[in-house]
């Protein structure tokens, strides 16, 4: 349900009032402003009980002129019926009585549309929501089509709320050059710990944190450069010892090198998340912990060397990446687990980067790889692909077993024309 | 059977870790053994068998998953002979009140008593097929050192 407030008084304090009751608020006028009321349910009570409080905290604000209030089911039903409707109003799902009666007037038709519906005869909403709907796509278009679905109070959209211009930042320079990490780790949980209460007055969770440091440029000299971090978190949260912890690998991880003259945190806020945990869904590591403990493997590792693997639409040799997972989001068991495949497939292990080989070829078979005989081969395959582009393969690829009781993929690389690999073996 | 008991525990919503020290874990295979991707973290240590010991570490002490798989197949055998076998006990108390399964992977026995289930993979036959000859599929033993009751299967992994 969402809320609208119309009033022409003193328009400059509507977008507060609508702040005390909620912080997504979108602005459709100088003089209207709507809003969802959702969440105030269980805080304040029914619709009734939300238009009084609304109505008390415009008398508050001292917003003297009458205005019209309206709680109704979606967005632009509620600007409706508040900028049209004295008084408060309140529209449940399906109700159209009370729009039903108003003038078509209080559309902002097209002149040529209003004119097509006076002279069929179409005075209220009312009779504009009674007109069959194919027949008016196929006569009037898309336009009217909106026009009706609002007399029906059905055109539904997402709030355009106005974008926070609230920017979370804490920045101190230092008394002297710090050269340690401990006393920088102190600044940034007092700054988080300022932070995390404001995002939390405003409902909000931090989504990524960026932490700039003013570092000398050489050390003993007084010019300085810019050592800046950004720390992307996997899934919202406000939790002050996990984004400090956070915050410490990524610094382990990538010390400035020079000492330290200021030091600056900002967070970029984002809505919290909302999980519903269950009885039945299998065990999986608690996201918080696991993410610090992936921040210290790609800190031991490197970044690039954990991840979750992704496999590629081509047929390109390696056609997979390792894109970092989003631990946010548990991804839920299927209802029910599919039946296992009862066939087992044959495994394959990579050797990262391809094994040059020496192989004797006869009648454009291999016949010896190294100083093993080829006893079984099935070949060749030729693929190729990306040939306009940097990553363009082309190779013809045998599987051979060998005399050593080894079973291997080989390939030859037709771009190099005579150089053979061992891609990998069949385990 | 790295990849069959990855896509098991994955097919049952459990998130996996691979802890991959020599960089030789082929995704596209995995992919077609079954193995649902999103529920599995696989880290590349690039031969450095040190890095793999405590990333497994880590990952223990992290909690929570299904199959914590360290694959040291294609390991320089001198590294290996380097871990203290105090890691193998410390492992196995992390693991044995846990539902998790922490699967060694290995040319030669490394865990030894600290193991509660050994297998030896041991390949049979190979099998290639038609006129125009296609690998068709591998047959392993499958030999039970531990328990001591020792038994063995027959598997045969075909080839896509």
Redo the contacts between chains.
Sequence with gaps: MFACIFCVDKPEGLAMVANQFSPWVEVVSADTVVFPVDGLRKLIGGPHQIASAIGKALFDAKLLRPPGIAIAPTPDTAILAAQQLPGVTILSPGETSKLGALPIEALPLAEDLYDTLSRWGIRSLGDLGRLPENGIAERLGAEALRWRSLALGQLDRPLKPLKDPKRYVRRVELEYPVEESEPLLFLLSRFLTELCEELKSQSLAAGAMRVTLNVERDVGKQATGTHERTVRLPFPTRDLKFLLKLLQHDLEAHPPKTAVLAVGLEIESTAPRLLQGGLF??????PE??E???G??RG??GAE???????LDTWRPE??R?AP?ETGDP????KK??Q??P??????????PPRKVRVLVEAGMPRRVGAEKVL???GPWRTSGDWWGESVWDRDEW?V?LSD?A?YRLFLDRRSSEEWFLE?S?? | MLHSILASASRHGETCALVDATDSFDPISAGRAGLDMKRLHWIRCRGNVEHAMRVADLLLASAGFGVIALDFCDAMPVALRRIPQAFWFRFRRAVEDTPAVMLVLAREPQTKSCAALAVDMKRRHVEFTGGFPLLRSVEYEAVSHKPVRAGSAQIRAIAS
């Design positions: 869904v299998p065990q999986s590591p608690e912990k696991l610090l403990t992936l210290k493997i031991l590792v060397q954990a991840g979750t693997p992704e496999l056609g997979w390792l997972r991804v839920r068991a299927k687990a599919s296992p495949d066939v087992t497939r044959l495994a394959f292990r990579m050797f990262r079984q081969v099935a599987d077993a009781l079973l990998g069949y385990d």
